[in-house]
């Protein structure tokens, strides 16, 4: 379900060779003065940080963007896959989310600033950089599938399902709003049940910040009155208006995330289950408590798709390959 799939990029690779192959010598300068801004993936749930399937995406960013330094964010560092995989589904979010803080910020090549990418859960911890740590500034960040808003239902296991998912479902089910799940379990984490906000304001912490929610509860509607909105605007550090680009990319058949729509920080709507409340109308954008709205105003936030299921990245020529040549590799 989550491990990207890989996509072969051949044809990316003849063309940049012709480029290469008879370049006049102010193609040259060209090619020796720009050198590609790096990147730092965080993979999703599920996978690893260097997986076969995230490999072979990090060899196609290479070949289309030679010379381009990239790091895959490993919780815990030095952890076996085994730890890696279940740190996908058990652990505090938040401590995974400082974890990759200190790693990123450690890395040499990074201290100039990076791009991130982010795939599904990753995404968010990769906004969490953005908004809370104080590390090498993030430029432009493309999440794929990332569920901004929060999931009301839980991401289904894969299929054989492995032990860790069943047991975290299993515990996450059992009470997903108690500190216990909070607190260990990531999917809990960013559990936004649209029927039950009231609980969601006062146990969870971290969607509910990086969303700018903590002051929230009350009536518990998020009506979106002034009131709502001064309650609103708070635990979400420097929100995201620092960063160059946010790419927010959706998989319209995204049967994984729900609603898919949260890739574009939409919800649910708290009073029918069917009905999406989109990014515009949500308090949190109009309210602009995390800097989201001003970054659209100064056209900075792109709101994207691709057509296919979750993670599934389009293979050659797809949106994956679209977003690799639109947003990464710029001149650092
Ligand atoms: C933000 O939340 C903290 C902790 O709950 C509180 O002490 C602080 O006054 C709040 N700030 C604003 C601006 O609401
Ligand atoms: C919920 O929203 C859907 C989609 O807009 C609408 O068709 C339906 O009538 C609504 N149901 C209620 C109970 O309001």
Redesign the pocket.
Known sequence: MVPIKLFSLAAAILSIAAVLAAPTSNDQLVLESKKPRPLVIWHGLGDTALSSGISSFIEDIKSIHPGIFVHSVQIPEGGSLDDERRAGFWGNAEDQGWEGCEQIASIPELEGGFDGMGFSQGGLFLRFYAQYCDGPPMNNLITFGTPHFGISALIPCPTPPTLSCLLAARAARAGIYTPYAQTHIVQAAYFRDTERLDEFWEVNSFIRDLNGE??LGGDGQGNGGEEDEEKG???SGKGVYGLENFVAVMFDQDRTVSPAQSAHFATYSPSNKTLIIPMDEQPMYTGDWIGLRSLDSKGGLKLEHCPGEHMNLGGEGGCGERMVRDWVGWAA
């Open positions: 903590k002051g605007k708070n635990g």
